[in-house]
C-alpha cells in the first residue's frame, strides 16, 4: 500500500498570500497524483489531477506539481473562500486508492 | 450536470447490515465505474470498494472485504453498498463516487453530498 504523507497539517496564512501544501508518497507514483478541497459539511472537490492538470472550473490560482515522490499544490493568491482541507490520493498503483491524512488551510 | 444521491444511512447496531443506495443522473451510468468512499467525521477520507462499469470487477479494501458488497442496476441508474457485520469502526459519512473517464482511472471527479452510518448500541 502507498502511503501519502501531507505537510504541514495546518497552514494559517492571510488573503493575498501564497500557500503551498506538500504531499509526500512512500513510493514513486509517477504523475498519478490528485488533490481534493473539502470545505465543512461538503463532499470532497476534485482541484487537480496527474499532478498538474486542472479540475474543469478550477481557478488558475491553484496550481499542481511534482512527479514521483515528491507533490506540492499552490495556491497563488488566497481568497477566504479557499479555507478548507486539502487532500492529496495517488492512483499509480491500487487497489488500494489511498489519500494523505490532509492539510488544513485557515485563512 | 452530474448528480449522485447517497440514502440509506442511519443508527445501526453491532453485527447488523445495513443497505446504501446511490442514485445518479446526468451520466451515462452505464458507462461509468463506481466508489464508494467514506469518512470518520472529523477524520481523513478511505476508500472502500471500485466496482467496473458492468459489475464485472469489484474491489475493496482489506478494512471492509468479506463483509461489504458493492453492486449496481444499470437499468435503474443505482449503485448499492450492501455492509454486513458492520462494527463502531464502520461509523463515517459514505460517499458514492464517480470513476472518472481518463487512462487507468482510479480517479474521483464526481461526488455525492454523502450519507452518515452510525454503529452503536
Known amino acids: 500500500e502507498i502511503v501519502l504523507t501531507q505537510s504541514p497539517a495546518t497552514l494559517s496564512l492571510s488573503p493575498g498570500e501564497r500557500a503551498t501544501l506538500s504531499c509526500r508518497a512512500s513510493?514513486?507514483?509517477?504523475?498519478?497524483l490528485a488533490w481534493f478541497q473539502q470545505k465543512p459539511g461538503q463532499a470532497p472537490r476534485l482541484l487537480i489531477y496527474?499532478?498538474?492538470n486542472r479540475a474543469t472550473g478550477v481557478p488558475a490560482r491553484f496550481s499542481g506539481s511534482g512527479s514521483g515522490t515528491d507533490f506540492a499544490l499552490t495556491i497563488s493568491s488566497l481568497e477566504p473562500e479557499d479555507s478548507a482541507v486539502y487532500y492529496c490520493q495517488q492512483r499509480s498503483y491500487w487497489p488500494p486508492l489511498t489519500f494523505g491524512g490532509g492539510t488544513k488551510v485557515e485563512i | 450536470q452530474v448528480q449522485l444521491v447517497e440514502s440509506g444511512g442511519g443508527v445501526v447496531q453491532p453485527g447488523r447490515s445495513l443497505r446504501l443506495s446511490c442514485a445518479a443522473s446526468?451520466?451515462?451510468?452505464?458507462?461509468?465505474?463506481m466508489h464508494w468512499v467514506r469518512q470518520v467525521p472529523g477524520k481523513g477520507l478511505e476508500w472502500v470498494a471500485l466496482?467496473?462499469?458492468?459489475?464485472?470487477?469489484?474491489y475493496f479494501a482489506d478494512s471492509v472485504r468479506g463483509r461489504f458488497t458493492i453492486s449496481r442496476d444499470n437499468s435503474k441508474n443505482t449503485l448499492y453498498l450492501q455492509m454486513n457485520s458492520l462494527s463502531t469502526e464502520d461509523t463515517a459519512v459514505y460517499y458514492c463516487a464517480r470513476d472518472a473517464p481518463v487512462a487507468g482511472s482510479g480517479l474521483f471527479d464526481y461526488w455525492g453530498q454523502g450519507t452518515l452510518v452510525t454503529v452503536s448500541s
Open positions: 466496482i467496473s462499469y458492468d459489475g464485472s470487477n469489484k
Open positions: 496527474d499532478a498538474s
Open positions: 513510493q514513486s507514483v509517477s504523475n498519478y
Open positions: 446526468g451520466f451515462t451510468f452505464g458507462r461509468s465505474a
